[in-house]
């Protein structure tokens, strides 16, 4: 595919325009507001740059306990929280707060990102184009891809949304010399790619299916060459993985860790609140009734000096319990349980260390896990049918607008109504070509089932192992999402010319 200066030009001007002055509508609007989001945390600013997350912690600590000699860690004082994150990110923040420090840090890595978007927004253009042959469905897929409200907002993040979704475009277009090519340096760049990927975002490894089913179908008459570039492929992502497995085995002391681990709770809640979200992802999805939440408000209830109030607090939470909560589940039990789990936190936020607090942590959660047990055993059909059809419901029928500041109280506001809309609608049209494209699409169907399967791996896991969805698990399967919607809405556009202007002959 040749593209001219002038169509480069454009798109990298176009979409540095169209990343800066959309990002600076998101500053400018969370500098002259004082909000709030659904997880407590006020909109802010790192350091006047880039948009504060509460995940900031989990990737920006490792370089600067590294440098004070405690380890690359998120914490030195958690059990093998050397093993906690993948390392990408951490490392690619790092670079730049060795480069400009802590303040400087967060405005330059926002330009960095940007850069890399560009280039990705370009790979998956030519991914696309090597994949289908077809100029327009390459633009296309470029276009809705680089022009992504939610994806260029992630660029002014600290973390690895901003990162991980062009590793995938940059993979894609490996893969797509390695299909159109089949030359072994293709297919072990890929196999690095993929690696830095995973390492990047952890969700990424689950790609691993698609590529497996690629070289069968490639190669399906040629067993052979399907092993050659197999190994090839493996050879690459070794050249990554193998020495980060070394270092976890050693820091470790023993363990095979390939990603990423944590041992007992894995955002430092405590176990009791992994119980609660359990009980919680028996009946929804516990992002849309978080049970950090429900800790959180315990923990400042507490912290604020509130516990004569303890009663009716606990009142509260279970009366704003969504309906889907007590089919099982008495109010009373329900009350209990979230009274231990009040105590819990009692004791764990106490200035000083009570020795009860362990038999408080099993107590909560045997209370949780209990609740668990009930819902399990008495209404199978809701746990394992409805509930997971319910969280599928929100990963299709939501418009990833949670990290977009400036979207914040949208429903008084006709510009922001029309852009959630659209995104919504964008999601949804993303989805059903995927699905279109498997029944009615004879040509690329490789391509399509190629998709399909890492989408569908995705979502078993995060439906019947994580049971646990936010929308920005779906950020690194944007990139093949918008190879299929540019391929269908290619076929749509094309049917709807022919039936406006029919051929001459017709």
């Known amino acids: 595919m040749k593209i001219s200066k002038l169509h480069i030009a454009t798109l990298v001007i176009s979409l540095a325009l169209y990343i800066f002055i959309w990002n600076k509508w998101n500053i400018d609007y969370i500098r002259s507001n004082s909000l709030k989001d659904k997880n407590y945390a006020t909109w802010s600013l790192a350091h006047n740059s880039t948009i504060f997350s509460i995940d900031n912690y989990w990737y920006t600590s490792q370089i600067k306990n590294y440098l004070n000699k405690e380890g690359f860690t998120v914490n030195p004082h958690k059990h093998h929280y050397t093993v906690r994150r993948t390392p990408v990110y951490p490392i690619f923040y790092g670079i730049h707060y060795l480069l400009f420090g802590e303040a400087k840090s967060y405005y330059f890595i926002r330009f960095t990102q940007v850069f890399i978007f560009i280039l990705a927004t370009f790979a998956l253009l030519m991914a696309t184009y090597n994949f289908t042959g077809n100029n327009k469905m390459a633009w296309l897929a470029a276009i809705m891809y680089g022009f992504n409200p939610t994806l260029v907002t992630y660029l002014y993040y600290t973390i690895t949304e901003a990162l991980s979704p062009s590793l995938v475009c940059f993979l894609l277009y490996f893969l797509s010399l390695a299909y159109k090519h089949h030359r072994k340096r293709d297919w072990m760049a890929a196999g690095f790619v993929f690696a ?110 509130q516990q004569a109030n303890r009663e009716a607090f606990i009142r509260h939470i279970v009366d704003e319990l969504p309906e889907r909560a007590t089919i099982v589940n008495s109010e009373q039990s329900v009350s209990a349980a979230l009274h231990t789990l009040y105590q819990y936190y009692e004791l764990k936020n106490a200035p000083i260390k009570n020795e009860s607090i362990d038999s408080l942590d099993k107590a909560a959660c045997n209370e949780l896990l209990q609740l668990e047990e009930e819902i399990k055993e008495k209404a199978p059909f809701q746990v394992y049918v409805i509930t997971p059809i319910l969280i599928l419901k929100s990963i299709i029928i939501q418009s990833n607008a949670y990290p977009i500041p400036a979207l914040d109280n949208y429903q008084l506001n006709p510009v922001k109504i029309i852009i959630k809309g659209i995104l919504l609608l964008l999601n949804i049209f993303l989805f059903a070509s995927l699905l279109a494209g498997l029944i009615w699409m004879r040509k690329h ?49 094309k049917r709807i010319s022919l039936k406006i202007t029919p051929p001459d002959n017709a």
């Open 196 to 305: 830095l990927g995973a390492l990047c975002r952890p969700s990424i490894v689950f790609i691993s299916f698609s590529i497996g089913f690629m070289l069968f179908y490639l190669y399906r008459n040629k067993k052979y060459l399907c092993v050659k570039f197999g190994l090839y492929f493996t050879l690459g992502a070794g050249l990554l993985f193998a020495p980060h497995i070394i270092r976890n085995f050693i820091v470790t002391k023993g363990e095979v860790v390939v990603l990423e681990k944590y041992y007992g709770d894995p955002m430092d809640y405590g176990m009791p609140n992994i119980a609660l979200r359990k009980w919680i992802s028996c009946w929804m999805n516990p992002a849309d009734f978080s049970s950090e939440k429900i800790s959180n408000a315990m923990i400042s209830h507490i912290t604020t000096g």
């Open 445 to 493: 169907k490789w391509l399509f089932v190629f998709c399909a399967l890492y989408v569908l791996t995705s979502f078993t896991y995060i439906i019947f192992f994580l049971h646990y969805f936010e929308a920005r698990y779906l950020i690194p399967i944007f990139p093949v999402l918008y190879i299929t919607g540019a391929i269908y809405g290619y076929h749509i556009a």
